[in-house]
Structure formats: C-alpha cells, structure tokens
C-alpha cells in the first residue's frame, strides 16, 4: 500500500485508478460554514486520516493556495 500511496503522490501512477478528488463551490452560495468544513478537510490533522483511507494527503502548498482562495472571497 505505501508503494502505491507513493506512486500516486509522485505522479507516476496513472487515472484511473488514481484521480484528485476536488469539492466544487459555487460562489454565489458560499457560507461561513462551507468555508470552514473546506478548511477542516484540509487541516493537518484531518490530511493525516487520509494514507490509512487509502487516499494521498494534499502537499501544504496546494492546501494553502486553496485556503487563500477561500480567504479571499470572503471579502
């Protein structure tokens, strides 16, 4: 399993088997709560459960990318 899990964060394991899950948001209907179930998904902590899951964690520049985004449409 970790070999897979590595092949799959690296890469070099093609879709399928392997694809990003992704959350699709629509601006026009985003809420305080959406936001902060989207940053709980994307804590540290949470990112954690996921190689157990059989799932590859989100490398903490993408999670941050991502957290800005929802940061700046706050305003």
Do not use: C
């Not at 959406?34 to 059989?54: D, H, I, T, W």
Request: hydrophobic share 40%; charged share 25%.
């Amino acid at each position: 399993m970790d070999s897979l899990t590595n092949a799959v964060a690296l890469g070099k394991y093609p879709s399928p088997p392997s694809r990003e899950l992704m959350f699709v948001l629509n601006k026009n209907q985003q809420s305080k709560l959406m936001a902060e179930f989207v940053r709980f998904v994307m804590s540290p902590k949470q990112q954690g459960y996921l190689l157990e899951n059989g799932f590859v964690p989100l490398e903490k520049e993408l999670i941050n990318k991502e957290i800005n985004k929802l940061s700046a449409s706050e305003l």
